[in-house]
């Protein structure tokens, strides 16, 4: 059965340094998501991603965040320089064409020193 | 913020039915009602979801009120696997872009299936 995968499993990095997250969403689908989960809290929503372009993005999406599918079959997740707050669960999802139902990877734990 | 409540905590007996509520009175029309899982700090795993009608897959059934206001996931046979947080969701019809296709976690009901 075909899943979306992520790397790296997890991350450890310092305050200020940029990380790039890696999904590779499940073949052919078109609509790509970012969520994170800060231990202990909800799933929240980051951004969504189609036709090369940001859907939508939530407020905690800022300009320390990109998103980017360099090619055909991986959709990044880059910050920038990570605050503290940064650490957390991140979980991308693809769904198909009909946008139905999105299936999540398995996750990456990223945890900024 | 989410638009469905759901009791904090349930348990249920290995090998019988778990029946998780929710409730989500101010759905509208173009709405669907999603259920996804999440078993410990793993992705979250779809299970089901529906308009109007009741839904049946190998997972689950989905039994949603005449009314839409509120919904029943079915586990037929609960296993010990299938102790997870689950999450009721409601989330309107796709746009083409994807905009609005977001999924709105709230907490959650943590299921405890017991030996």
């Known amino acids: 059965e075909p899943e979306v995968t992520q790397t790296p499993s997890h991350q450890v990095t310092q305050m200020g340094q940029e990380v790039i997250l890696r999904c590779v969403p499940i073949?052919?689908?078109?609509?790509f998501y970012w969520y994170r989960q800060i231990l202990g809290q909800k799933v929240e929503f980051l951004v969504s991603?189609?036709?090369?372009?940001?859907?939508?993005k939530s407020e905690i999406f800022d300009d320390q965040f990109s998103v980017e599918r360099p090619d055909g079959s991986n959709f990044t997740l880059k910050i920038r320089s990570t605050k503290l707050e940064d650490s957390a669960m991140y979980f991308c999802?693809?769904?198909?064409?009909?946008?139905?139902?999105?299936?999540f990877g398995p996750g990456t734990r990223l945890l900024v020193l | 913020d989410a638009k469905t409540t759901q009791p904090t905590s349930m348990d249920c007996a290995e090998g019988r039915a778990a029946n998780l509520p929710c409730n989500h009175s101010t759905i509208s029309g173009n709405e669907y009602v999603y259920w996804y899982r999440q078993i410990h700090s793993q992705g979250p795993q779809y299970i089901i979801h529906g308009l109007k009608n009741n839904e049946t897959n190998e997972m689950a059934s989905l039994i949603i009120t005449e009314d839409r206001k509120s919904s029943t996931l079915i586990l037929p046979h609960a296993t010990l696997r299938d102790t997870a947080v689950y999450y009721c969701i409601v989330r309107p019809r796709n746009s083409y872009t994807g905009a609005n296709s977001k999924l709105t976690f709230g907490k959650g009901i943590t299921l405890s299936v017991r030996p």
């Open positions: 073949s052919n689908h078109l609509y």
């Open positions: 999802a693809s769904a198909g064409a009909s946008q139905e139902t999105q299936y």
């Open positions: 991603f189609y036709n090369n372009e940001i859907s939508e």
